[in-house]
């Protein structure tokens, strides 16, 4: 690696917290975008004026499911967080 690189590396550390926080909002776009699309795709037959009753339950059945699966992996997350808090606590 020569002398740029590793400067560049290491400035990585010190992100504008604004330049940050529009990543993370990006990104949770991003997400939802796909969400959006993964549920249209499973849920709508055929496009029309008014939402049929079976394509309404399907998506909020699609949209239930994405969130239980992003509370999962948040609660996983944290707890694996505060456990390797507390083993750094401890040591």
């Known amino acids: ?6 400067s560049s ?3 990585l550390g010190s992100v504008d917290p604004q330049l ?3 990543i993370e909002v990006e ?10 699309e993964l549920c249209w795709e ?7 004026p ?4 079976r394509a309404e339950a399907c998506f ?3 949209v239930e499911r994405f969130i239980d699966t992003i509370s999962q992996k948040l609660s996983l997350k944290l707890t694996r ?11």
């Open 60 to 62: 909020v059945n699609c």
């Open 50 to 53: 008014k939402l049929e009753s």
């Open 20 to 22: 940050q926080h529009f």
């Open 9 to 11: 590396a290491a400035g």
């Open 81 to 91: 967080g505060y456990f390797s808090f507390l083993y750094f606590e401890l040591l």
């Open 27 to 36: 990104t949770q776009k991003q997400h939802f975008q796909r969400l959006l």
């Open 1 to 6: 690696m020569d002398s740029s690189s590793s």
């Open 42 to 48: 499973k849920c709508m037959d055929k496009p029309g």
